[in-house]
């Protein structure tokens, strides 16, 4: 059974998703809102699939000052999420640990290392939160692959990873670095790893990122697929849609 690590951050302004405040017509409250309703996709969907949900969060103090607000609690805030999306049941199997390390490849590799090492599970996955369209066929998917595969990656946009999975660890120093796709599998073939990939999805850090978003969950409602339920119920509570203007695509509210 795959270990699923949901990395997240605690959801405060200015810390998740500052980009798409700036680039959207989201305020950076409703741009919090928003990665909260990813992640709660997020965890939906390890929980209803076969692996077991870790959720792997920065604590207060690998957060920048400006981020921990006087009273704050990291680890408060992620379980009362997690509360707030799963049931009981659900909630006692979930694991939420902190993360340890002062660079995104080092938590990573903190995280998969000591679990494949220490705690001998077969396989690690780490997902981001902001890769709602991730569903449990895709989770399940991609550790079905890693059972044929030491190393499962799949890509986003510009290069990025919202997904890696590892049956054995590999040299994680660096390996986050831009462009992660690139860095992450070189280094799990220096490792003699052969590596697989999944489809691509879109993660939500942009305006032009949350333009595609809109446009796909909208499509998908009209055809009547399944969509992610938290983030399309939050989307659609904003009223976003998109509008041609000019030859481009514009994020507008209704």
């Given at each position: 059974m795959t270990v699923v690590a949901v990395t997240v951050d605690p959801p405060r302004e200015g810390l998740v998703l500052p980009e798409l405040a700036a680039t959207s017509p989201l305020s950076e409250q409703e741009a919090v809102s928003l990665y909260e309703a990813m992640a709660a996709d997020a965890f939906r969907a390890v929980a209803e699939s076969g692996g077991d949900l870790l959720v792997n969060y920065r604590p207060d103090d690998l957060l920048p000052d400006e981020h921990v607000p006087e009273g704050a609690d990291a680890e408060q805030e992620i379980r009362s999420l997690v509360e707030d999306v799963l049931d009981e049941e659900a909630t006692a199997a979930t694991r939420v640990e902190v993360q340890v390390g002062s660079s995104k490849h080092a938590r990573v590799g903190n995280t998969v290392t000591h679990l494949l090492d220490t705690e001998g599970v077969a396989s690690v996955a780490v997902l981001e939160p902001d890769a709602p369209l991730v569903a449990r066929k895709h989770v399940d998917s991609a550790a079905l692959k890693l059972r044929r595969n030491p190393v499962v990656v799949g890509p986003s946009r510009g290069g990025s990873l919202y997904f890696a999975g590892f049956r054995e660890p590999i040299d994680f120093e660096g390996a986050w670095?831009?462009?992660?796709?690139?860095?992450?599998?070189?280094?799990?073939?220096?490792?003699?790893?052969?590596?697989?990939?999944?489809?691509?999805?879109?993660?939500?850090?942009?305006?032009?990122?949350?333009?595609?978003?809109?446009?796909?969950?909208?499509?998908?409602?009209?055809?009547?697929?399944?969509?992610?339920?938290?983030?399309?119920?939050?989307?659609?509570?904003?009223?976003?849609?998109?509008?041609?203007?000019?030859?481009?695509?514009?994020?507008?509210?209704?």
């Open positions: 670095s831009a462009p992660e796709i690139e860095n992450v599998t070189a280094r799990a073939i220096d490792a003699g790893h052969d590596v697989d990939f999944l489809h691509e999805q879109t993660r939500v850090r942009t305006g032009d990122d949350l333009v595609s978003l809109v446009a796909e969950l909208r499509a998908r409602r009209a055809a009547g697929r399944v969509v992610p339920a938290y983030t399309t119920a939050y989307v659609e509570d904003l009223g976003l849609r998109i509008e041609a203007e000019d030859g481009e695509r514009v994020l507008v509210r209704e």
